[in-house]
C-alpha cells in the first residue's frame, strides 16, 4: 500500500493550492444563488471557462481538452483540494462527469469536436435523460421510444427527474430503438436539442425547496431527432449507460467522502448552539460522543477510499469503491439527523450560521435534501446488490 505522494505530486498540488488562493470566487457568490444543474448565469459559465483555461477543470484529460494530463493519482489529490475547500468546479455536473466523457468515449470525430470542447467550457449546457416513470433502477426497461424515418429518429415518450432540463441546451437521451430483442440490446443513446418542436419540459418544485425546481418531466411528442445525432451504434447504447454510470459513480464516492466530512464539521459548530434543555450542545457529553462517532467514521471513510485507491495505482481491482458511496451517503444522512435531534424544535429554524452542506435551510431542511444522495447513480438498495453479487460473490 503506497501512503504518500511524490515529489511531482506535491508540486501539483503546491501549484493548484496558489491558483485556488488566487482564483476561486468568493463563498458568498459560490451560496448566493439557487443554480439548478443546467442553469449557468454568467459568472458560472465564466469560473468554468477559468478554470478550463488555466488547465484546471479537467486536469487529467489531455492539454487538446485543456487538460494537463495529470496522472490518477494528482487527479485524487485535485478532488481532495477542491472538495476540502468546497468548492464547486461546475454547475453542470452530469455534463462534465457523464455526458463529455461519454461523447468522448463514443462518439464520432465531428461530434467531440461539436460537442465536447464547448461543453467543457461551459458554452452548452445538459441534462441528462435515462429515468423514466416506470423505469428507474431497472433502466434497460425505459419505453421511450425512437423510430427511424428517413434521415431522422422520430422519438415519442416521457423522461423524469431530468435535472435542469428547463435550462438544458442539449440532452443525452437513451431510447428503444427495437422493442422485438432482449431490452439491454435495444436502446440507443440520441444527443437531442432541446429546443426541437415537440419537446415539453414541466418542471416540478422540491419538497425541500417550493421555489426551487430542479427536477422536470419531459415528454417528447414526434420529436424528429437527426439520424447524426445517434452517439455510438444503432442499439449499441447499453454501454453507455454503464460508460456514463461508472464515471458517475467515481465521481460520487468522493463527493460523498467529504459531504460526510462537512456534515460533521456542521454538527462540531452546532457545539456553539442551545439545545432545548437551555444548555449548549458542546457541553453535552453525549453530543460530544455521537460527533466523536461520525467522525471516526468520516476518517474511516477516506481511509476506506485511500485504501481502494492505492490498490487501483498498484493495478489490482478495488471493491472498497462500490462500498463508498453506499456507507458515505447513508452516514452523512445519520449525521444531519442527529444533528436535528440535538437541536429539538430548533431544527426548523432557520440556520444561520447553517450547515456547510448545501444551500441555506434549516437542518430539518437539510435532513429531507439528505435523501436525494442515496438515489443518483444508483440507490443504496442497488448499491447493496451490486456489493452482494459482485464483490461479494453472493447468489443473485
Ligand atoms: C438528485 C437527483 C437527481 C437526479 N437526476 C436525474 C437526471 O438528471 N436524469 C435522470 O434520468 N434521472 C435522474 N435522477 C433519477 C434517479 O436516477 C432515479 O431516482 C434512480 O435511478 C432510482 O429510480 P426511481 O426513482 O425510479 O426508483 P425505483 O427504481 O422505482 O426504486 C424505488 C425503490 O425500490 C428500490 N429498488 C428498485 N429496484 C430494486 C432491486 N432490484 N432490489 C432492491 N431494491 C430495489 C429502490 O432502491 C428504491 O428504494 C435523479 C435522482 C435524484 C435523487
Not at 462527469?97 to 461519454?102: E, F, T
Not at 416513470?133 to 422519438?155: H, I, R
Not at 437542518?363 to 436525494?372: A, G, T
Request: net charge negative.
Amino acid at each position: 500500500m503506497r501512503l504518500q505522494y511524490d515529489a511531482a505530486d506535491e508540486a501539483f498540488r503546491a501549484e493548484l493550492i496558489d491558483w485556488l488562493a488566487e482564483n476561486t470566487p468568493p463563498r458568498e457568490l459560490l451560496n448566493s444563488e439557487k443554480l439548478s444543474s443546467a442553469w449557468m448565469p454568467d459568472w458560472v459559465r465564466a469560473w468554468q471557462r477559468k478554470l478550463f483555461d488555466a488547465g484546471w477543470l479537467v486536469p487529467g484529460w489531455p492539454p487538446e481538452y485543456g487538460g494537463r494530463n495529470a496522472t490518477a493519482s494528482q487527479q485524487m489529490i485535485y478532488f481532495d483540494e477542491l472538495s476540502r475547500r468546497q468548492i464547486v468546479r461546475t454547475w453542470n455536473p452530469q455534463a462534465l462527469g457523464i455526458i463529455a466523457p461519454s461523447i468522448d468515449d463514443y462518439g464520432t470525430d465531428e461530434q467531440k469536436q461539436r460537442f465536447v470542447l464547448p461543453t467543457l467550457r461551459a458554452e452548452i449546457g445538459w441534462c441528462l435523460g435515462m429515468s423514466e416513470p416506470g423505469s428507474g433502477s431497472d433502466l434497460a426497461s425505459l419505453q421511450t421510444k425512437a423510430v427511424l424515418d428517413g434521415d431522422e429518429f422520430v422519438v415519442n415518450g416521457q423522461k423524469v427527474w431530468t435535472s435542469g432540463a428547463q435550462h438544458a441546451d442539449w440532452c443525452l437521451c437513451f431510447v428503444r430503438t427495437d422493442p422485438t430483442v432482449p431490452k439491454h440490446k435495444g436502446i440507443s443513446a440520441l444527443i437531442i436539442d432541446m429546443k426541437l418542436p415537440g419537446i415539453d419540459c414541466r418542471p416540478f418544485p422540491e419538497l425541500t425547496d417550493p421555489d426551487y425546481c430542479d427536477f422536470n418531466e419531459v415528454f417528447f411528442n414526434d420529436v424528429r431527432v437527426p439520424k447524426e445525432n445517434l452517439l455510438g451504434t444503432l442499439n449499441g447504447g447499453w454501454p453507455i449507460t454503464q460508460g456514463s454510470l461508472a464515471h458517475e459513480r467515481a465521481m460520487l464516492w468522493i463527493d460523498h467522502a467529504y459531504l460526510l466530512q462537512l456534515a460533521v464539521q456542521s454538527m462540531v459548530d452546532l457545539g456553539d448552539r442551545i439545545g432545548p434543555s437551555g444548555t449548549r450542545l458542546g457541553d453535552d457529553p453525549k453530543f460530544r460522543d455521537s460527533v466523536a462517532s461520525f467522525q471516526v467514521d468520516a476518517m474511516a471513510m477516506m481511509a476506506m477510499g485511500y485504501r481502494g485507491f492505492s490498490k487501483f495505482m498498484a493495478g489490482r481491482s478495488a471493491p472498497e469503491h462500490s462500498l463508498l458511496k453506499l456507507f458515505g451517503s447513508e452516514r452523512m444522512q445519520q449525521c444531519i439527523l442527529a444533528g436535528a435531534e440535538f437541536l429539538g424544535p430548533n431544527a426548523l429554524e432557520v440556520n444561520e450560521p447553517g450547515p456547510r452542506l448545501w444551500r441555506n435551510g434549516s437542518w430539518m431542511i437539510q435532513y429531507l435534501r439528505s435523501f436525494s444522495a442515496t438515489l443518483p447513480g444508483g440507490t443504496s438498495e442497488i448499491q447493496r446488490n451490486i456489493i452482494a453479487e459482485r464483490v461479494l460473490g453472493l447468489p443473485r
